[in-house]
């Protein structure tokens, strides 16, 4: 049984909404649901696309332990995703994907945010745009781990100069 339905759910989406955005019918989205009929290969993987899972995983054949594992560093990714990602990658993906969907979209924002502003290489500025962000959102663990970690690279940085 392919897991269509339980995605869409954790997404907030309705089937009908779903259905508009890959550009198929809702008759046709509830019948890949419901397991009356199969999803074909291009659909699939625009599925897979649109969730950020792998097609295998969409269509039932991947376990959403494997996931878990993957993200707390228990197992090793698979070696057909090693080749398109880095084990960092492939952590930061498995990672992503634990977060609630309002941290997804935070963490977007913020990366958004450091590309937008060319700051990915400026170890100050991006302290500058997380402390917005603790402002506006208020401490939670993430941020307040990122921050440090920034500050910890800033601190190398500087000894480094020698400053």
């Known amino acids: 049984m392919n897991r269509l339905k339980i995605l869409r759910k954790e997404k907030g989406l309705s089937q009908q909404a779903l259905?508009?955005?890959i550009g198929v019918s809702y008759r046709?989205?509830?019948?890949?649901?419901?397991?009356?009929?199969?999803?074909?290969?291009?659909?699939a993987q625009a599925l897979?696309?649109?969730?950020?899972?792998?097609?295998?995983?969409?269509?039932?054949?991947?376990?959403?332990?494997?996931?878990?594992?993957?993200?707390?560093?228990t197992v090793e990714p698979d070696k057909k995703y090693q080749t398109m990602t880095?084990?960092?990658?492939?952590?930061?993906?498995?990672?992503?994907?634990?977060?609630?969907?309002?941290?997804?979209?935070?963490?977007?924002?913020?990366?958004?945010?450091?590309?937008?502003?060319?700051v990915y290489n400026n170890p100050v500025e991006m302290l500058a745009i997380l402390e917005r962000y603790k402002i506006t959102y208020g401490t939670n663990e993430g941020i307040d781990a990122l921050y440090q970690s920034v500050q910890?690279?800033?601190a190398i940085t500087n000894s480094n100069k020698g400053g």
Not at 31 to 37: D, I, P, R, S
Not at 91 to 118: P, T
């Open 19 to 21: 259905a508009k955005e």
């Open 152 to 154: 910890l690279l800033i």
């Open 48 to 73: 897979a696309d649109h969730f950020g899972v792998s097609v295998g995983y969409l269509l039932g054949y991947e376990d959403k332990e494997y996931r878990n594992a993957l993200a707390h560093g």
């Open 86 to 118: 880095t084990k960092d990658e492939a952590n930061l993906i498995a990672n992503y994907r634990l977060l609630s969907l309002e941290n997804q979209k935070r963490l977007q924002d913020m990366a958004g945010n450091f590309v937008e502003n060319q």
């Open 28 to 43: 046709t989205l509830q019948n890949w649901e419901n397991g009356v009929n199969t999803i074909k290969p291009d659909k």
